[in-house]
């Protein structure tokens, strides 16, 4: 029987890498989307040639608590079991503080740290129950050191390391663990938009000398929820070329 992998956000930038990476690593992915980027889901799925096997689609709006819990309840009693959560949805509204909106900060708490709580309450009972379960939340560079115009972001990035963390300790004697991917600058579609001259400035500022791919966060996730991660739990990978160093 495959073990069944559900990710948050599964066709973004870094969200698609996770999926196909896990797919190749035996797992049936269920992913989430909105209801607005649904064909543009659907499409990627049709490009990708992925089989109903590999992948199931579902539509999610993570930021609503009760709608997870009835999807997802539901979800568990199709599927039997999800055995690994990835945490990946997230959106920036990007302001200096003082003229930030209330509107800004509260859409980007909802989307990258509140769907956290709403993805992960009604299923981790269930892995409790087993004895086994993969969690893993999709972080920041910038939840670790901050960033510039980003207190909302980096307020809800860090937000997701405390949880990680809580989490992890209540998890490890069922034998679930909890860990954190942290990317830094991912070479996403969103980014490789930017003007070259700032991505050129980004990359100056980065040891390796180059953004990250997002097979490379998808490599981490993979190794997270893969045999060899099995005695890791509270921890956050920093995948970063040498940006930040904690």
Known sequence: MKKVALITGASGGIGSAITMQLIKDGFKVIGTY????????????????????????????VTKTEHCQEVLTKLLDEEKHIDVIVNTAGITRDAVFKKMTAADWNAVINTNLNSVFNVTHPIFPSMLE????????????????????????????????????????????????????APGYTATPMVSQMR??????????????????????????????????????????????GLHMH
Do not use: C, H
């Open 34 to 61: 909105l209801n607005d980027t649904g064909q543009q889901t659907l499409d990627w799925v049709k490009e990708k040639g992925l089989s109903e096997d590999e992948i199931r689609l579902l539509e999610l709006d």
């Open 196 to 241: 070259e001259e700032v991505l050129d400035a980004i990359k100056a500022q980065i040891p390796m000398k180059r953004l990250a791919t997002p097979e490379d966060i998808a490599g981490a996730v993979s190794y997270l929820v893969g045999e060899s991660g099995g005695y890791i739990t509270g921890e956050t990978l920093s995948v970063n070329g």
């Open 130 to 181: 087993r004895g086994s379960g993969r969690i893993v939340n999709i972080t920041s560079v910038n939840g670790i050191k901050g960033q510039f115009g980003q207190t909302n972001y980096s307020a809800a990035k860090a937000g997701m390391i405390g949880f990680t963390k809580a989490l992890a300790l209540e998890g490890a004697k069922a034998g679930v663990t909890v860990n954190a991917v």
